[in-house]
């Protein structure tokens, strides 16, 4: 472990098939109005809507709603979130959904309180919000597991105008103050939703693990944790209403991205860049854009770093090391991956999400490259990667 770091994480967790009985209660500390914020409804149709507005209705809150929070959230809906803070004096930012709405709630708190174009300064230029900056708490309820956004300061925004989409990574004061977790709350998940979520776990995993090359904890943890997304998918593909593996899928998201294991190492990233780029033009579910091109794109870095893709191999897919060389074993690692996307029903290539060939050159423009992995791709590298991704 030769990297130096602080680790702190102020998000409270309520976690289980009753977590949302806390959520009164963790809602209280906070100002009276409070704006809920969620998707295209399938929180009214699951349930899960109604235990919100019991828990608001508890804790004494007003309640400003804003509703229809897209996947690969936009600019213009961030504003519209905005112009309803200011307007109603919002104090704290309910999220009730997955990534998207969490993200959403990330990103309203810290754009409501900047003069400015906030997606320009936040997201182009990276900026952070300078000392002092109002930002408006948040709270989740997650209802589908993959991103980690319940626990973490990122934030991921679209501009449909220019068809860039950037993720920000905000710090400790832009994370949730609290989240609850109920495995039960993803059960109304569609099966392709939930399969995308899950291949995203695996990614996040597989962007920290593979970076760096000293003898790190965080990357035996990322191990662990990558034998349990592999044993608990298998588990919920054949049978979505098993709680046990429904309960682990949920944990396994929470920790994969809360900054736990990415601590004290050197990070990648590239796969979610491609991923981004892909959405950005096609408006593609992330989950699946990463399955699509992880299999190409770690063929392609695999020799840079025979080592930790043997040892992939190994302790993650149980291969057997007798009588390999490295390089056999990384590449048996990889067609275990590969053979797990196709078993887990991910997208195995791109066409399955609306990518043509006129599309690889636009998509690798807008494919931010990462210098942190084990190899730089230059622009030649993308469009190979994106080709052999079809
Ligand atoms: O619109 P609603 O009704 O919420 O429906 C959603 C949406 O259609 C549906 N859904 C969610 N929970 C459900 C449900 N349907 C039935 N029952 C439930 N219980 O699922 C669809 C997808 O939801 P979304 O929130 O978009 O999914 P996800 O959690 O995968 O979030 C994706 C977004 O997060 C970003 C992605 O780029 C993408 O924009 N990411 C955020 C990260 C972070 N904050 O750290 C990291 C990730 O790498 C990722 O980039
Ligand atoms: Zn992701």
Same mark, same amino acid.
């Given at each position: 472990?030769?990297?130096?770091?602080?680790?702190?994480?102020?998000?409270?967790?309520?976690?289980?098939?009753?977590?949302?009985?806390?959520?009164?209660?963790?809602?209280?500390?906070?100002?009276?109005?409070?704006?809920?914020?969620?998707?295209?409804?399938?929180?009214?149709?699951?349930?899960?809507?109604?235990?919100?507005?019991?828990?608001?209705?508890?804790?004494?809150?007003?309640?400003?709603?804003?509703?229809?929070?897209?996947?690969?959230?936009?600019?213009?809906?961030?504003?519209?979130? +905005?112009? $309803? !803070?200011?307007?109603?004096?919002?104090?704290?930012?309910?999220?009730? =959904? #997955?990534?998207?709405?969490? /993200?959403? *709630?990330?990103?309203?708190?810290?754009?409501?309180?900047?003069?400015?174009?906030?997606?320009?300064?936040?997201?182009?230029?990276?900026?952070?919000?300078?000392?002092?900056?109002?930002?408006?708490? +948040?709270? $989740? !309820?997650?209802?589908?597991?993959?991103?980690?956004?319940?626990?973490? =300061? #990122?934030?991921?925004?679209? /501009?449909? *105008?220019?068809?860039?989409?950037?993720?920000?990574?905000?710090?400790?004061?832009?994370?949730?103050?609290?989240?609850?977790?109920?495995?039960?709350?993803?059960?109304?998940?569609?099966?392709?939703?939930?399969? $995308?979520?899950?291949?995203?776990?695996?990614?996040?995993?597989?962007?920290?693990?593979?970076?760096?090359?000293? /003898?790190?904890?965080?990357?035996?943890?990322?191990?662990?944790?990558?034998?349990?997304?592999?044993?608990?998918?298998?588990?919920?593909?054949?049978?979505?209403?098993?709680?046990?593996?429904?309960?682990?899928?949920?944990?396994?998201?929470?920790?994969?991205?809360?900054?736990?294991?990415?601590?004290?190492?050197?990070?990648?990233?590239?796969?979610?860049?491609?991923?981004?780029?892909?959405?950005?033009?096609?408006?593609?579910?992330?989950?699946?854009?990463?399955?699509?091109?992880?299999?190409?794109?770690?063929?392609?870095?695999?020799?840079?770093?025979?080592?930790?893709?043997a040892?992939?191999a190994h302790?993650?897919?149980?291969i057997?090391t007798?009588?390999k060389?490295d390089?056999q074993l990384a590449?048996e690692g990889?067609?275990?991956?590969?053979?797990?996307?196709?078993?887990?029903?991910?997208?195995?290539?791109?066409?399955?999400?609306?990518?043509?060939?006129?599309?690889?050159?636009?998509?690798?423009?807008?494919?931010?490259?990462?210098?942190?992995?084990?190899?730089?791709?230059?622009?030649?590298?993308?469009?190979?990667?994106?080709?052999?991704?079809?």
């Amino acid at each position: 472990m030769l990297g130096n770091f602080i680790y702190y994480n102020p998000t409270k967790l309520y976690f289980g098939d009753d977590a949302q009985k806390h959520l009164a209660e963790a809602l209280r500390p906070f100002g009276k109005t409070v704006m809920l914020a969620y998707g295209s409804g399938s929180i009214k149709r699951n349930g899960v809507y109604d235990d919100v507005m019991a828990a608001l209705k508890e804790a004494g809150k007003s309640v400003v709603e804003l509703s229809g929070v897209m996947p690969n959230p936009t600019v213009e809906k961030m504003e519209e979130g +905005v112009a $309803a !803070v200011r307007a109603n004096n919002v104090d704290f930012i309910l999220a009730v =959904g #997955g990534g998207s709405t969490i /993200d959403y *709630a990330k990103a309203v708190s810290v754009a409501a309180g900047y003069d400015g174009d906030a997606w320009r300064h936040f997201w182009v230029e990276q900026a952070d919000p300078a000392p002092g900056q109002k930002i408006v708490p +948040v709270g $989740a !309820v997650l209802t589908m597991a993959g991103t980690g956004s319940e626990m973490n =300061g #990122g934030s991921v925004i679209t /501009d449909t *105008a220019t068809k860039m989409k950037i993720g920000k990574v905000f710090g400790e004061n832009v994370m949730p103050s609290f989240a609850v977790l109920n495995p039960r709350y993803t059960f109304s998940v569609p099966q392709r939703q939930m399969v $995308a979520g899950i291949f995203d776990i695996m990614s996040h995993i597989m962007e920290q693990y593979f970076s760096g090359d000293d /003898d790190s904890t965080s990357d035996y943890l990322a191990e662990g944790l990558m034998r349990s997304v592999v044993a608990s998918s298998r588990a919920a593909v054949k049978d979505p209403m098993n709680y046990e593996a429904r309960s682990n899928i949920m944990w396994s998201a929470t920790w994969a991205l809360n900054t736990l294991i990415g601590k004290g190492k050197t990070q990648d990233w590239e796969v979610h860049m491609l991923g981004h780029a892909i959405s950005a033009i096609t408006d593609a579910t992330h989950g699946m854009t990463l399955a699509a091109v992880s299999p190409a794109y770690y063929r392609h870095i695999m020799g840079y770093a025979l080592d930790r893709f043997a040892r992939f191999a190994h302790y993650v897919w149980d291969i057997p090391t007798e009588g390999k060389s490295d390089e056999q074993l990384a590449s048996e690692g990889l067609f275990a991956l590969s053979d797990w996307i196709k078993e887990i029903g991910a997208a195995s290539g791109l066409r399955e999400l609306g990518v043509t060939e006129e599309l690889i050159e636009p998509i690798a423009k807008a494919t931010l490259i990462s210098d942190s992995g084990y190899h730089t791709l230059d622009f030649a590298e993308v469009v190979d990667i994106l080709k052999e991704s079809l």
